[in-house]
């Protein structure tokens, strides 16, 4: 071994005791299963392919409606910008998924969030001597800050989380901060600390979780005002917003807060560890269970199913189908249920995370942790997936559960 | 028993991530999502070779996560690589530095040659490339980190 051998292996030996075991947040997934992946046990429950979707119409559970209107809700999922610049805000800039691990601050929370970026090159160059965000009506600088992350876009403009010194990984020193039309830019409110952040679909509400040295707080803010509206200690891990109602999950339950925002919101009586923004309400899923939950604008429910049901992946881009999986004996099958229809079909290939590329067409990646999974491009409405590989057509169930 | 692997092994797969990643937070995360995918694979994994599954799979979703880094970095450079050299001695601090400037692949060999302590077999096999590719990705690593090396004396 010469010299340079020698020093190779000793700084890598030293790097990589930087990673003290003791530190390592590691989840063990035989024994602590993640909340919206399948767990071993769970491969037993079902029989047949025949897996029905029972809707029991008019279920409620004792959530009283205010009333409230139908106004329809967009998806909960991220934001993903166009380079043409679908927002009236983002002509020139558009934004890329990248995760950013913000649990790494507050166990138990995680959000994605997208980057902001600028597709024009002339402008790159500025985002790395102060912290960027390119809109239509140009850049907006944000001297002095450790980074810009940027939230969601809503109507009102595009919301923005700003860091200060502290910076880091995660959302210390944060200005909650709304860039709205001609770039002006108001400050919402400041945190120490916050973790789980959820901004309603109308850009009126903003929920997240306040850490610091306390216990976890869920803080209900509004925007307008930059007012609280209302906090519970606790933490959440989603959100899921329907007309004048915000559904905060924790994992184990649910809280719904509606509009005027008083009082300390009503627990469901009922797990839910997941929940998503859908026309006309909300869908919720208990993977312990495996119940799917319909709910009204209201967060009332209105169906629910227990058939060992997992979240598998995000909702389509306009909130009617919503994928799934389930167990089928001994194998695990993935499909897509139609809100519309209240049907599930199931697909012909397994695949988690189905990438959306329309209404009803969606791209299938084979589970797996080879290099080259297979692919399909699967279109709902026929059934159908073909397989990227050799372009074989593959039929899928019909749809079950009527 | 994959609990035991999960207690022997889990360290060991963040430490190898983050030698190829350079970020802590990524590292663990890329571990996470390979004892995830071996959980579910458990049956099928002879115990003996379980290790080197993970291993590849270690090195699959680095690199996939190096790709969309790289994409992201090319518009917003304030997302540049944290700075690492305070984190070691100051005497190896600009070794690690080159390590980490290293083209993805040669990385990929100096890490699984002088940490994992892998032959040029094992390490084509992890890396799906032949042991001709492992040894001429290793020549020209070696031969860049000894340019600078010679530099630096």
């Known amino acids: 071994m010469d010299e340079l051998d020698r020093r190779l292996a000793n700084v890598l030996t030293k790097v990589g005791e930087r990673i003290d075991p003791a530190t390592v947040r590691l989840r063990n997934p035989a024994t602590e299963p993640e909340p919206g992946r399948r767990s071993r046990p769970w491969l037993v429950a079902m029989t047949s392919a025949a897996a029905v979707v029972v809707v029991v119409a008019g279920l409620t559970l004792g959530i009283r409606s205010n009333g409230g209107g139908g106004q329809p809700a967009a998806p909960a999922v991220t934001t993903q910008g166009t380079v043409d610049g679908a927002h009236p805000l983002w002509t020139l800039g558009v934004s890329e998924t990248y995760s950013q691990t913000f649990d790494k601050l507050v166990p138990g929370g995680r959000i994605t969030a997208p980057v902001p970026r600028t597709v024009d090159p002339e402008l790159a160059p500025e985002l790395a001597k102060q912290p960027t965000l390119v809109t239509g009506a140009g850049p907006v600088r944000f001297p002095g800050a450790a980074a810009v992350h940027l939230l969601e876009r809503r109507d009102n403009g595009v919301f923005v989380a700003v860091t200060g010194a502290k910076g880091g990984d995660g959302l210390f020193d944060v200005d909650f901060v709304l860039v709205g039309a001609g770039n002006s830019r108001r400050t919402i409110l400041h945190a120490a600390q916050a973790g789980s952040v959820a901004i309603s679909p109308n850009g009126t509400m903003l929920a997240f979780t306040s850490g610091g040295a306390g216990e976890p707080t869920v803080k209900l803010v509004d925007v307008s005002s930059g007012r609280v509206v209302h906090q519970l200690a606790g933490r959440f891990t989603q959100a899921a917003w329907a007309s004048d109602t915000a559904l905060l999950l924790s994992g184990k339950s649910a809280v719904a807060w509606r509009a005027p925002w008083t009082g300390g919101g009503e627990r469901t009586p009922v797990p839910m560890g997941q929940a998503m923004s859908v026309p006309g309400g909300m869908v919720a899923l208990d993977d312990t269970s495996g119940c799917l939950f319909k709910l009204d604008g209201n967060a009332t429910i209105t169906m629910a199913d227990c058939n060992g049901w997992k979240l598998g992946g995000q909702v389509s881009p306009d909130g009617r189908l919503v994928p799934l999986e389930w167990a089928n004996g001994s194998t695990t099958q993935h499909g897509v249920l139609d809100l519309d229809r209240n049907q599930v079909r199931s697909w012909p290939v397994p695949g988690l995370n189905p990438s959306w590329l329309g209404p009803t067409e969606v791209l299938l990646t084979e589970d797996t942790v080879q290099d080259a999974p297979r692919t399909a491009r699967c279109d709902v409405t026929a059934g159908t997936c073909v397989l990227a590989e050799d372009d074989s057509v593959l039929n899928g169930a019909d749809w079950i559960g009527r | ?153």
């Open chain 2, 1 to 153: 028993m994959f609990t035991d692997f999960f207690h022997d092994s889990g360290t060991q797969l963040v430490r190898l991530a983050y030698l190829l990643l350079g970020e802590r937070g990524d590292a663990e995360d890329v571990a996470q999502d390979v004892l995830e995918q071996l959980y579910r694979r458990w049956a099928d994994v002879r115990p003996d070779t379980a290790m080197s599954y993970a291993r590849t799979a270690v090195v699959n979703r680095s690199r996939s996560l190096l790709r969309r880094r790289a994409v992201a970095r090319r518009f917003a450079p304030r997302l540049a690589r944290p700075e690492q050299a305070d984190l070691v001695p100051v005497e190896d601090g600009w070794l690690w530095n080159l390590v980490q400037d290293l083209p993805r692949r040669q990385r990929e060999v100096v890490v699984l040659r002088y940490w994992c302590d892998l032959g040029e077999a094992e390490i084509a096999r992890v890396l799906n490339i032949s042991a001709g590719t492992v040894k001429s990705s290793a020549h020209r690593a070696h031969a860049r980190l000894e340019a600078a090396l010679k530099g630096e004396q």
